[in-house]
């Protein structure tokens, strides 16, 4: 959920590819919003959550990978990308409120999600507020409790200001697609805002009964020790191989990777994701 100056490196390194279609775009009413999505695939369906400052486009060739199995829905949260902007903060809360309003306008009882980065944390939301919506949950790069962060990560945090991002190349690429090309300041306000609300959610955590697969980097603005609090209160973290089986949920480390670099490593994401929603894992000596 690192919405700061690195997200520039990933906005340039993520490339996007053709699926074995075109994705499908449109546009449905979400409290108060035109909320821009695309689909793409056959399968079972999977919505795609991006991250803060992000859209479609920039997450890169992951959609297109996940298309080939899975009938994908991308979706543009509020104030990115096509998506309108509302008088409204952004808040967790809110945007997995509009996930799950935007599955009933598209008429979608029940899907995975793979969220990433603050599309992880939107995701992690749903599934505590709507747990009823969620199959599986793949959360890349997300957190549960804001004394989570690496300890740079929360000193920065009171620096941020909208100055700071308003000169940035996804600035620019802001205006390209986005209904208001104008709003992008209003935007930063609201997503500082968000950095600054409180988390800690271990509570709802712990009660969750939606397998979750937790993808950090090695680097991550999470701190490692954070992601493995999250994948025990989620039932990881036991010893295999003892005729008990394994937890639902998983935990993938990824190396020498930093947060802005998660998304850009499509096929490892896929490599890790693919098999979660399967529901495979790997045989032992035992089995």
């Known amino acids: 959920m690192f919405r700061t100056i690195l997200f520039t490196v990933a906005l340039l390194v993520a490339g996007t590819t053709l699926a074995q279609s075109e994705p499908a775009g449109d546009r449905v009413s979400v409290n108060g919003m035109e909320m821009y999505f695309e689909v793409s695939g056959e399968g079972d369906p999977l919505i795609v959550l991006h991250g803060a400052y992000m859209?479609?486009?920039?997450?890169?060739?992951?959609?297109?990978?996940?298309?080939?199995?899975?009938?994908?829905?991308?979706?543009?949260?509020?104030?990115?990308?096509?998506?309108?902007?509302i008088d409204r903060p952004i808040t967790y809360s809110n945007l997995a409120d509009d996930v799950a309003a935007f599955m009933d306008a598209v008429q979608i009882e029940k899907a995975d999600v793979f969220g990433y980065s603050m599309g992880a944390g939107a995701g992690l939301q749903l599934a505590i507020r709507h747990p009823g919506k969620v199959k599986k949950l793949a959360a890349a790069s997300v957190a549960y409790d804001a004394e989570g962060w690496q300890p740079e990560f929360k000193a920065f945090i009171p620096q941020m200001s909208v100055e700071m991002f308003v000169n940035m190349p996804f600035a620019e690429d802001y205006r390209k697609l986005a209904a208001n090309p104008d709003g992008f300041p209003e935007l930063v306000r609201k997503l500082i805002a968000l950095e600054k609300e409180p988390m800690a959610w271990e509570p709802e955590v712990k009660a969750l009964k939606t397998p979750v697969l937790i993808i950090t980097g090695d680097a991550d603005v999470a701190t490692l020790e954070h992601s493995v609090a999250l994948f025990r209160l989620l039932g990881g973290g036991v010893m295999g191989d003892m005729g008990k089986p394994l937890p639902a949920s998983r935990l993938a480390v990824l190396p020498a990777t930093s947060h802005t670099a998660v998304i850009s490593q499509p096929d490892l994401l896929h490599a890790f994701v693919e098999p979660f929603l399967q529901g495979k894992t790997p045989k032992g000596f035992f089995e």
Do not use: C
């Not at 997450?59 to 096509?82: C, D, N, S, W």
């Open 55 to 85: 859209n479609i486009p920039s997450m890169g060739a992951i959609i297109p990978k996940l298309a080939e199995t899975h009938k994908v829905y991308a979706i543009e949260f509020q104030g990115h990308g096509r998506t309108t902007d």
